[in-house]
């Protein structure tokens, strides 16, 4: 199969480019970068010189058609909802990484993006691309909305107890911490070096516009409206994202028997894997993968379950979960060109 990357400078796009090099069943045939056209590759990168020969393009539908069968968008929002339709209309498959075709309420649309949303009916097309728990969906899907990276580690920590109504609908608090290239390659002031070390610092408190996100998937798992109080936070660190959850439980529980109810629940999921009792993860034990890791502990003085699930954000986060997506799409093994051990230290 040929792929294309549009958007192809940030880093969601390199570590497409990371991980496809190695994919036995792709080809990445273009590179399109409107503020690049004509800029070959490795001159923004180029530590991959040797390895990526690739001269980056404008967007031009009727070449892409005739080029390639899949094109992955790893753009900011408001650019692929303009693009995709072009595509899918000419029976180009396209996974979206940006924000555009996530959400399906209109009005939540425009309040946490401040846009139009995309047009009704590929909205409609669009599969939400949460591998593990949309597996089915995705099969044979045409367009997938690929997840965001608070999105995935949150929804996978807290879907197993919601959908088995193992804990209180209300008071669920999310305290979540990433890395700076959460923010992406563009220059800005909040992810300053001289700003950002040594610091630790909140950040878009009850308007980040992955809370409607957080809610739509939580909201299908427990089959109520959910809601949600998150805090995002800027660690001084270029990846990886730990989400911590505190929700209550209906019934006392021991961690144990939690523990065994999210082994069940992901089972036949390779990417998920849940800690023993009293071993909780941490973001340096998923750097550069795309594995999801889950710790939990029921306290039994307050009857709160609190959850710990981390992930790379650029890969189980990003590129890592498209490529699966992707796998998942075509009838491929979920894991293939997915399996490099995380890197540590």
């Not at 409107?34 to 009727?62: Q, R």
């Not at 070449?63 to 968008?73: C, G, N, R």
């Not at 139009?116 to 044979?140: C, F, P, R």
Request: hydrophobic share 35%.
């Amino acid at each position: 199969m040929n792929v294309a990357i549009i958007g192809g400078t940030g880093y969601g796009a390199v570590e497409l480019i990371r991980f496809l090099y190695n994919h036995p069943n792709v080809t990445l045939t273009t590179i399109i970068s409107h503020s690049n056209s004509g800029t070959s590759f490795s001159e923004v990168y180029p530590h991959l010189s040797d390895l990526v020969n690739v001269e980056m393009e404008s967007f031009d539908e009727d070449q892409l058609a005739k080029e390639v069968d899949l094109v992955f968008f790893a753009t900011p929002s408001n650019v692929s909802k303009h693009q995709i339709p072009k595509l899918i209309d000419k029976g180009i498959k396209c996974i979206d990484l940006s924000g555009d075709f996530r959400l399906e309420d209109h009005e939540l649309y425009e309040q946490y993006y401040g846009e139009e949303m995309a047009e009704a009916k590929y909205i409609d097309q669009a599969v939400y691309g949460l591998s593990e728990i949309n597996n089915e969906s995705i099969k044979g899907a045409s367009l997938i909305a690929n997840p965001g990276c608070y999105p995935t580690a949150t929804t996978l920590g807290l879907i197993p107890v919601l959908a088995n109504d193992m804990v209180e609908r209300k008071n669920i608090i999310i305290d979540a911490k990433t890395g700076v290239s959460g923010a992406g390659r563009s220059l800005s002031l909040n992810t300053h070096f001289s700003e950002m070390n040594e610091n630790f610092k909140a950040y878009k408190i009850g308007n980040h516009k992955h809370i409607p996100e957080i809610e739509q998937v939580l909201s299908k798992a427990a089959e109520e409206e959910i809601q949600i109080t998150f805090t995002p936070h800027i660690v001084p660190m270029t990846r990886g994202i730990m989400s911590t959850m505190y929700v209550d439980l209906k019934e006392k529980q021991s961690t144990n028997q939690l523990i065994a109810l999210y082994e069940d629940f992901y089972k036949y999921h390779p990417f998920v894997r849940i800690r023993k009792e009293g071993v909780f993860p941490q973001t340096k034990e998923v750097y550069g993968s795309n594995y999801c890791d889950i710790g939990l502990y029921a306290d039994q003085r307050t009857g709160k379950l609190i959850i710990v699930s981390v992930i790379d954000n650029l890969v189980k986060g990003a590129s890592g979960q498209a490529i699966q997506n992707m796998n998942i799409m075509n009838g491929w093994e979920e894991t293939t060109g997915l399996t490099q051990l995380p890197i540590y230290p």
